[in-house]
């Protein structure tokens, strides 16, 4: 076969890749990893939640049919966090949305050293969870805090405020710190969009003589429906999946007025080893998840394309 | 009339520098204080009155952090798992990336949906299974087995975002190599991959720099000091000695510098190959 190419020879490897199994062979490695590591896990993990599973009272074990269900439905912290989760993922994705469309209207003006302004608005988004838990928790400290320090100066606040302390304040503040890590991911994507939008629509709109307000609404808006649908659906998930600031910043305290669905079901395996009970609520969760993303694809229509 | 227009456009480049200039300070300020914190001696972080600008600048923190804790086999850890993790990636997601890009078959969009939905399991779903099957293969506080597990929510993250820019590469060359004679493999390896090498290096640094900064399933599948990453090592620090802030800071610091380093190094292909694969996904 390769007698006429110019190319290095490739041997047995080449040979297969003429035939008809070429396209699986080049699939099954993925595929494979990907049923290890994800279906079995997660058909098991199910299964769990249909069990008794604590390691540390390994006696316990077998079938339980729906028991962790039936206690969920009975169980107060469950129906706080599921509040929570609403709360903490609906405003951060508001507020990250808004700073998002911001940002990117303003980097698609290319002033010039847009390039360089859009590198470091970028940056919060690749900043480590941990680190980025951390670095708030100090900027937020109510002793050393220097954003206490700056609102006391400026005559916003009287004295300083233990923002995460603070049951009033706590979840609020952890949405303010889930922003600023979130926002460059919608920065990029709705800049993405802008970039998309040919710019002959503006100069038709603009000899028809519409203002401002009117191409946002009647260009910019319509032309982005997309792009915004497939950042909040792909921010959504992650959001709800993803307890880790929350982990770190306040542990889901003070009482449970942070606890999320996902920190709980967390803390339930890594703290009580609790397993079973575990799965029951991140199945739960999934399953909320998977009705919400259905809806909200079908509602805004982004399957059609 | 062209004087207004001329106004207009002006102020509105005044807003734009505006809002890019403050946008800018929010996102770099917090990072900042953070290293003028790493720079300062506990005494001066923890004082009456704020010290904006440090008085003394120290180094000790990041001695501190590097010969007084396990921070360096913690980071070694975190290097050895994300190399893994990153191999893997690449060895079997180039291939699949590059079947969905080039060959239309049976179940192909069914196929690319799947990749997709996975992400959507919740993390805790995966954790614990996989802390089961693990445990029970002896792979629990493993760099591999972590790595493995990583390759769950990376491996799709990394096919969507290649075959984004194995599309993007043209498809003259390849049919011309095959005219020529070469093989599908051979069209492959010496044509195609080359032409999309930076979106090779852009998704293997996406994926890097998301299994470097991973916390949550490190922190339930690695128990001990043989597999530790950095992240659940700070945390754990944090916790049990009280970490001082100057110390916790130089650790950020310190641990961050890969992954701005990397992200600088390739911030505009990977900047492109991010919106492709998030836009088509």
Redesign the interface.
């Known amino acids: 076969?390769?007698?006429?190419?110019?190319?290095?020879?490739?041997g047995m490897?080449?040979?297969?890749?003429?035939t008809r199994y070429?396209?699986y062979?080049?699939?099954l490695?993925?595929?494979?990893?990907?049923l290890?590591?994800?279906a079995?896990?997660?058909i098991?993990?199910?299964a769990?939640s249909f069990r008794e599973?604590r390691l540390t009272r390994p006696g316990l074990n077998g079938w339980v049919g729906f028991k962790h269900y039936l206690v969920m439905i009975d169980d107060p912290v469950f129906w706080v966090a599921l509040k929570n989760t609403v709360l903490w993922v609906t405003f951060a994705v508001v507020l990250e949305l808004g700073?998002g469309f911001?940002?990117a209207?303003?980097?698609n003006?290319n002033?010039p050293?847009?390039g360089i302004?859009?590198?470091?608005?970028?940056?919060?988004y690749?900043?480590?969870?941990?680190?980025a838990g951390?670095?708030?928790a100090?900027?937020l400290d109510p002793?050393?805090g220097?954003i206490n320090?700056i609102l006391v100066r400026i005559g916003i606040l009287n004295s300083y405020k233990a923002w995460f302390a603070d049951p009033n304040t706590a979840l609020a503040a952890t949405i303010f710190v889930e922003a600023?890590h979130g926002f460059?991911f919608f920065a990029?994507?709705l800049?993405?969009?802008l970039k998309g939008i040919p710019q002959d629509l503006y100069k038709a709109a603009a000899v028809d003589g519409a203002g401002p307000i009117a191409e946002f609404r009647l260009i910019t808006v319509p032309m982005l429906k997309s792009?915004i649908a497939?950042?909040v659906i792909?921010r959504v998930?992650s959001l709800?999946?993803?307890?880790?600031l929350l982990?770190?910043l306040t542990g889901g305290g003070p009482g449970d007025a942070t606890q999320v669905l996902?920190l709980y079901?967390?803390q339930t395996?890594?703290k009580d080893f609790n397993?079973g009970y575990?799965?029951a609520?991140?199945?739960v969760?999934?399953v909320i998840?998977?009705v919400f993303?259905y809806a909200y694809i079908r509602l805004s229509k982004i399957g059609r394309e | 009339m062209a004087a207004t227009r001329r106004s207009r456009r002006m102020a509105a480049d005044i807003l734009t520098y505006f809002v890019l200039v403050s946008m800018s300070l929010f996102c770099i300020g917090p990072i900042a204080w953070m290293f003028l914190t790493s720079l300062k001696l506990e005494a001066d972080i923890v004082t009456q009155t704020m010290q904006y600008i440090p008085n003394r600048i120290t180094f000790q923190n990041y001695v501190a952090i590097w010969t007084q804790s396990s921070f360096p086999v913690l980071i070694g850890n975190s290097f050895i798992v994300t190399l893994i993790t990153v191999i893997v990636c690449l060895a079997t997601g180039t291939l699949a990336a590059y079947a969905f890009s080039r060959y239309t078959f049976k179940g192909r969009n069914t196929l690319m949906l799947g990749y997709l939905v996975v992400r959507m399991f919740p993390a805790v779903m995966m954790i614990i299974p996989l802390y089961v099957v693990l445990r029970s293969v002896g792979l629990i506080d493993s760099r591999i087995g972590l790595a493995l597990a990583y390759t769950s929510f990376l491996l799709p993250l990394f096919v969507w975002m290649l075959k984004g820019f194995f599309d993007a590469a043209p498809k003259e060359l390849e049919s011309a190599a095959r005219i020529d004679g070469s093989t599908r493999f051979g069209a492959m390896l010496w044509i195609v991959i080359p032409l999309a090498r930076n979106g090779l290096v852009a998704s293997s640094i996406f994926v890097a720099i998301a299994a470097w900064n991973e916390f949550l399933f490190a922190l339930m599948l690695t128990t001990g000091q043989g597999s530790r990453t950095w992240p659940v090592g700070l945390q754990l620090m944090v916790g049990e000695f009280q970490l001082p802030w100057g110390v916790l800071a130089a650790g950020g610091i310190l641990s961050i510098l890969p992954v701005m380093l990397m992200f600088a190094l390739v911030q505009r292909v990977m900047v492109q190959g991010l919106t492709a694969g998030a836009i088509k996904g």
């Open positions: 076969m390769d007698t006429g190419s110019h190319l290095p020879k490739t490897i080449g040979e297969l890749s003429e070429w396209i062979l080049l699939l490695p993925s595929l494979v990893i990907i290890l590591v994800i079995y896990p997660t098991y993990g199910m769990i599973m700073l911001i940002a209207t303003a980097l003006r002033v050293g847009t302004f859009a590198v470091l608005i970028l940056v919060p690749f900043l480590p969870n941990v680190v951390h670095m708030w100090l900027l002793r050393l220097v320090d600023w460059p990029l994507l800049l993405a969009g792009v497939a950042a792909l998930i709800v999946n993803s307890p880790d982990l770190i996902s079901a967390f395996a890594y397993f575990a799965s609520l991140s199945v969760m999934f998840l998977m993303a």
